[in-house]
């Protein structure tokens, strides 16, 4: 049984993958509808194995790996911690006398209907 080799290649946020099917030229993977990128590595990888099963071969992918961070570099000196004391000032908090404002009683005026 023939191993097809699908290279997988991340551009601009989607992927694209090219196979390497013995006897031919390296191929671009498509989508039925042409496009040759993909929103996902899985997408991609369910094409390939589409296109295996039909030649009834296995996949093989070589997929790129992710870049480590690259470590921070520290300095040779030490620094002394400094002995700085950190003392809460108080707040004072203003406060304003509240005038209550009493409402008023209203009175309801009733009219007398004359007869």
């Known amino acids: 049984m023939t191993t097809l080799t699908v290279t997988v290649k991340e551009r601009q946020g989607s992927f694209e993958g090219t196979v390497d099917v013995p006897g031919l030229k390296r191929t671009k993977l498509a989508r039925k509808d042409g ?21 009834g071969s296995t996949v093989e992918y070589n997929e790129p790996t992710n870049k480590a961070a690259k470590k921070s570099i520290k300095s040779k000196t030490t620094s002394k911690p ?29 009219t007398k209907t004359k007869k």
């Open 35 to 55: 496009q040759t990128t993909f929103e996902t590595t899985g997408a991609l990888k369910t094409t390939a194995r589409a296109v295996a099963n039909r030649l």
């Open 82 to 110: 400094t002995s700085k004391k950190t003392t809460k000032k108080p707040t004072s908090k203003k406060t304003t006398p509240t005038s209550k404002k009493t409402k008023k009683p209203t009175s309801k005026k009733t």
